[in-house]
């Protein structure tokens, strides 16, 4: 459950862990970012009354939801279309693995390393773990991310379980995430990872569209299909490992299928589907984190069911628009018809 406002600011005041090679100029460009969306929120909050947006925490939150929206869908209507929507659930447990790591070399070597650095690290070599298994072994894609999933998940109970250095972990905030655990940090973690995951689509995106629909077509075309492939996956693990701060491992895959799901029943093309998902992440994430915040439960957890019921609306909406369509072809054709 998300702990109260009040016994929570101590521990989302904090900047949390150093961030190791996100330290002067950039860092302060995107300290200054987060400081002036913190402001916005402040005197958004002063001015309706609004409770949830005097705190710190809820800022940082709202603005790692708000970008994770974004990235998520950007990423899952590739997966979608290539029938990967399961990658997220490899590259999450693997992520876990990742902030296991790190959690364990702090406790042991005593230093600060980010946690959430170290899972962007490990869920990127599992991320090419998958797709070298795939080329090496001629594995079907669900065996190499069923292989990395179990072997990620397993090294990071592992070394839990070692509790060597008095290595203490709060277990649910990564499960299931947690909105307070969001620190200053962590939200310049996730800004970074959002400017490369944008920026890489944006510049490859012709090339993805084209391995996405077509890969024999692409191969022919002369383009190196394994490469963008890796491409993919790369971004892929970049984007759960920043969900996996207010989804949790558990949940983070959702983000990735089911907006995009509730997309495909409305749109006609890549295009609309593309922007239409990240729309209904975006509802899900702040009505989620709103209703997450006013009932204290779990973050994740209820932005997932505000996702699916989205989902849910979408279909209903597709079916009734599919109907009216039949209707008015019906009504043209025998408009059409020439009298007896």
Same mark, same amino acid.
């Given at each position: 459950m998300t702990p109260s406002p009040s016994s929570t600011l101590s521990i989302a005041s904090g900047d949390g862990f150093a961030v190791p090679g996100v330290t002067g100029v950039p860092s302060d460009a995107l300290g200054w970012i987060i400081d002036r969306w913190s402001d916005l929120l402040s005197s958004v909050g002063d001015a309706a009354g609004i409770e949830m947006l005097q705190y710190g925490f809820m800022h940082r939150a709202f603005l790692v939801g708000i970008l994770?929206?974004?990235?998520?869908?950007?990423?899952?209507?590739?997966?979608?279309?290539?029938?990967?929507?399961?990658?997220?659930?490899?590259?999450a447990h693997t992520a876990f693995a990742g902030v296991a790591v790190g959690l364990f070399v702090n406790a042991v070597l005593d230093v600060g390393v980010s946690p959430y650095l170290t899972a962007v690290v490990v869920a990127m070599i599992a991320a090419l773990a998958i797709e070298l298994i795939s080329e090496v072994t001629d594995a079907y894609n669900d065996v190499s991310m069923a292989i990395v999933l179990s072997t990620g998940f397993a090294l990071g109970a592992v070394l839990i379980s070692l509790n060597a250095g008095g290595l203490a972990v709060g277990i649910n905030q990564y499960l299931f995430g947690n909105l307070a655990t969001v620190s200053r940090s962590n939200a310049t973690i996730l800004i970074g990872l959002f400017v490369i995951v944008t920026l890489v689509v944006v510049t490859t995106y012709?090339?993805?569209?084209?391995?996405?629909?077509?890969?024999?077509?692409a191969r022919v075309a002369g383009l190196n299909v394994p490469w963008y492939n890796r491409v993919m996956t790369m971004i892929t693990a970049m984007v759960v490992v920043g969900a996996m701060q207010i989804m949790g491992v558990i949940l983070v895959a959702a983000m990735l299928v089911v907006p995009v799901?509730?997309? &495909?029943? #409305? @749109?006609r093309?890549?295009?609309? &589907?593309? #922007? @239409?998902?990240?729309?209904?992440?975006?509802?899900?994430?702040?009505?989620?984190?709103t209703l997450s915040f006013q009932y204290e439960t779990t973050a994740g957890g209820t932005i997932v069911l505000v996702a699916v019921a989205l989902y849910i609306g979408a279909v209903m909406l597709g079916k009734i628009q599919s109907s009216r369509a039949t209707e008015d072809t019906i009504d043209a054709t025998a408009e059409e018809r020439p009298a007896d």
């Open positions: 994770i929206a974004v990235m998520a869908p950007l990423i899952g209507t590739f997966l979608v279309h290539r029938q990967l929507a399961l990658i997220g659930d490899a590259l012709k090339q993805l569209l084209y391995v996405t629909f077509d890969e024999t077509a799901a509730g997309a &495909a029943q #409305l @749109a093309s890549f295009r609309e &589907a593309l #922007l @239409a998902s990240i729309i209904l992440a975006e509802l899900a994430v702040l009505v989620g984190i």
